[in-house]
């Protein structure tokens, strides 16, 4: 064996880690590490501190779906399907206790947690408990299940809530043309759906985050042949686009004080973080 090498054996035992999560507050993050020779789901405390295990068998052994953090951060919501059926139900553990609560119970559906409501009160799933996968809300306890979207083709992305709890953004399709997906915005009480971008017909345009002031989006379109972010207004509808045309870049997150865009840029066979102002 030459110098440097990993024997294939060697290499095949080594631990996975998947669905690295920070918690709202950015003091841990949470991940799935089968560390124990089955997936288990771990946090630690940022910037170094050592991963403690949480569950103990409960979650799922076949990772298809992340999870995601309450905004205190005693929570967290996970989708576990039932003997690799790929029908996912949601459980909530204690971050603290391990105790794992089960907040729903439909056999033949799908369905996938997406984000906690900024007061804790809801959380947003994707579920096709009613034929197509749609955007619903219910509380933390899986009570008051509510549908906030009813469309025919599939709700794709988002559920993400604006910051004042107000308005939840998402993707959908209402064209012929089947690789559309456009962005869209509907009330925290499942009224008032409206499309707010559209960059053309045919693209991608997929909400990311929204910034404080509860009115600007960051997204990824694209429309340019490549992923590229940008920021919408969503009362104006006014577009401002980042990066270089021919780069690929997706828009994650944006800074607490809404100042900083941050995206992943994809060129040449590396992936780099990118802040725009």
């Not at 008051?144 to 709890?165: A, C, H, K, M, Y």
Request: glycine share 8%.
């Amino acid at each position: 064996m030459k110098k440097g090498n990993i024997p294939l054996k060697e290499l095949a035992s080594l631990p996975s880690f998947y669905f690295v999560n920070p918690a709202w507050d950015e003091k841990r993050f949470a991940f799935y590490w089968d560390k124990t020779g089955r997936m288990e789901l771990y946090t630690a405390e940022l910037p170094n501190g050592a991963p403690r295990q949480v569950s103990h068998g409960e979650v799922p052994r076949s990772l298809r779906a992340g999870f995601i953090w309450s905004r205190d951060g005693s929570t967290i919501v996970f989708a576990k399907d039932r003997d690799g059926n790929e029908q996912h139900d949601l459980y909530a553990i204690d971050t603290s206790t391990g105790a794992v609560a089960q907040l729903t119970d439909t056999p033949q559906a799908q369905e996938i947690p997406v984000e906690f409501s900024p007061d804790d009160a809801w959380l947003t799933m994707l579920s096709n408990r009613d034929g197509q996968l749609n955007l619903y809300k219910l509380r933390p306890d899986g009570s008051e299940v509510t549908p906030l979207t009813r469309f025919e083709n599939p709700v794709l992305d988002g559920g993400i809530w604006s910051p004042d709890g107000t308005r939840i953004a998402f993707s959908c399709n209402e064209t012929p043309e089947l690789k559309n997906q456009d962005i869209y915005i509907v009330n925290a009480d499942g009224g008032g759906i409206n499309r707010v971008l559209q960059v053309r017909v045919g693209s991608k345009d997929r909400p990311a985050r929204w910034l404080p002031d509860s009115r600007r989006l960051a997204f990824t379109t694209d429309a340019f042949g490549v992923n590229r972010p940008g920021v919408l207004d969503v009362e104006t509808g006014e577009v401002s686009f980042y990066g270089e045309e021919g780069v690929d870049e997706t828009a994650t997150s944006v800074s607490r004080n809404g100042r900083y865009l941050l995206a992943l840029r994809n060129k040449d066979a590396t992936i780099r973080p990118v802040i725009y102002e």
